[in-house]
């Protein structure tokens, strides 16, 4: 049986470009839903970045030309970056969803729920920051990005 997440103690992993993490988007559509089942595809707006409590699933998401990084969400909150548990996420992603997870597919918000079940999601949410520079600063420093 895999080792159970500690939020005090483990960190997250988040596979990306190599050049840096790819910041979210200040004032973008909040749906979880949206953000979970990748709608709109690669490069849409959204106030999240996805981590997972595996580096070798965050190693798929970076593929072979990306890098994993690594975070602690004790360094978000400092930031202005609230953090999305994957249990809270769970608990949100049932019937057609609650809060910001609510959607017109029950379908839908189910494989949303499987698939942070699976991919061990957490989302850093970008939401609270006043605006885009606050957004690429706090992505870079909860990162340990120096560039």
Known sequence: MAKKWKLSKDPLYRGDRVNGVAPPTHGANPSLVRH???LEGHGRETPYLS???SNDIAAIFSGKNGKVY???VSTWKPNGVS???????LALLKGKGNGKA???SAFEVMR???YV???QEHLADFADLPDQPAVDQATKTIFGITT
Do not use: F, G
Not at 83 to 89: D, F, G, N, V
């Open 70 to 72: 690594q975070t602690s």
């Open 102 to 104: 609510e959607w017109s």
């Open 112 to 114: 949303a729920n499987q």
């Open 51 to 53: 981590c997972t409590e």
């Open 36 to 38: 979970i089942l990748y």
């Open 83 to 89: 953090h999305r548990s994957r249990k809270e996420l």
């Open 117 to 119: 079940e699976e991919h």
